[in-house]
């Protein structure tokens, strides 16, 4: 048994990371590996349920992907 975090199809592809936020984070960065950075007010994602499909946070090159993601 688990707890179904997000529904993945072909078109959204994996899931990248996850994170419990406390509430004293403002910020999250995100980094791929070829070194494209992005930063996003935490307060500007919308909250979803569970079966969605997710918000594109970075848009990558076909072959980049995300080395690192850090909410501050």
């Known amino acids: 048994m688990g ?6 199809t072909a078109k959204t592809g994996d899931l990248i990371a996850s994170r419990v ?4 984070e403002e910020d999250l960065i995100v ?3 070829k070194g494209q950075v992005i930063r996003v007010k935490i ?3 919308p909250i979803l349920g569970r079966a969605t499909q997710g918000v594109k ?9 995300v080395a690192s993601v ?3």
Do not use: E
């Not at 936020?21 to 004293?24: D, K, N, V």
């Not at 946070?57 to 992907?65: E, G, H, Q, Y």
């Open 31 to 33: 980094i791929s590996q």
């Open 57 to 65: 946070i970075m848009r990558l090159d076909v072959d980049d992907k």
């Open 70 to 72: 850090a909410c501050i």
């Open 3 to 8: 707890v179904k975090a997000a529904r993945l």
């Open 21 to 24: 936020l406390i509430g004293t």
């Open 43 to 45: 307060a500007l994602i």
